[in-house]
């Protein structure tokens, strides 16, 4: 049984879900609440060894399901040894993507078969949802702007296997992500990414102040 709060964070290339995660961090933390962030696919060491076939550029010929099987194992490895333990010590986890990421991608974008898709997710997290998921939305050209930005300022990060996409690839990634909303509009919020840094911040906040403050009634 988990205490904790379980939390995630998802959106298109270069939407600024990382940087947001960030700050709903330390703003939890100056609250008192004891938090830990991490991040699909990752969390682990295991995982982080997954994430870097995944990533890696020059995996061009690497086959959707093989894709899909490579983020289960790193989930089930993230949920098995980070996730589950964290919440049952009645921590607020923050996670940088999750299974709507799979959706989004693989199903969406990938149109792997939705059935083998749901299977692949339920197997791994035994079903662990989160208890909110905020998807930062903002077009495809502004998203990628902002990641060749970011790219540009760390001569040493490669654009990855999936920036590499073609634009219609990000267009299905950011319409699975609103189709997701729309079919569980309790979980999950869209959040515009569009704005400033801060006003962002802002209406994150009233999200996540609601579902902490629920948590403890
Ligand atoms: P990352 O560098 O973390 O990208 P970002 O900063 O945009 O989150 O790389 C993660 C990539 O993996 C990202 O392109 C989305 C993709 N992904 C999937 O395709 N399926 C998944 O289940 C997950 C968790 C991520």
């Keep these: 049984m988990e205490h904790g709060l379980f939390i995630t964070f998802e959106g298109i290339e270069g939407c600024g879900k990382s940087t947001q995660l960030k ?3 330390d703003d939890l ?8 962030t ?3 696919p990752g969390g682990t060491v295991i995982g982080d060894q ?4 995944l990533l890696a550029p020059e995996h061009k010929n690497l086959e959707p399901l093989a894709e899909l099987f490579l983020y289960a194992a790193a989930r089930a490895q993230h ?3 980070l996730i589950r333990p964290e919440l049952a010590r009645g921590k607020v986890v923050l996670c940088d993507r999750y299974v709507d990421a799979t959706r989004a991608y693989q199903g969406a974008a990938r149109q792997i078969d939705p059935q083998i898709l749901e299977r692949l997710i339920d197997v791994p997290t035994g079903g662990l949802m989160p208890t909110l998921t905020l998807i930062l939305d903002c077009p495809v050209e502004v998203g990628l702007r902002r990641a060749v930005t970011r790219n540009a300022q760390h001569p040493t990060t490669k654009e990855d296997r999936f920036e590499r996409e073609a634009r219609d ?8 992500y609103l189709a997701i909303a729309k079919q ?9 990414a569009t704005g400033s840094v801060e006003s962002i911040h802002q209406t994150i906040l009233q999200e996540v102040d609601r579902v902490v403050h629920n948590s403890r009634a």
């Excluded at 933390?29 to 830990?36: F, L």
């Excluded at 997954?50 to 076939?53: S, Y």
């Design 29 to 36: 933390k100056a609250k008192g609440c004891d938090v830990v």
């Design 79 to 81: 949920v098995h040894e």
């Design 184 to 192: 569980e509009p309790k979980r999950v919020k869209i959040i515009d």
């Design 38 to 40: 991490t991040r699909e």
């Design 50 to 53: 997954i994430r870097r076939i």
């Design 23 to 25: 700050l709903v961090a």
């Design 169 to 176: 690839f990000h267009e299905r990634v950011r319409l699975g």
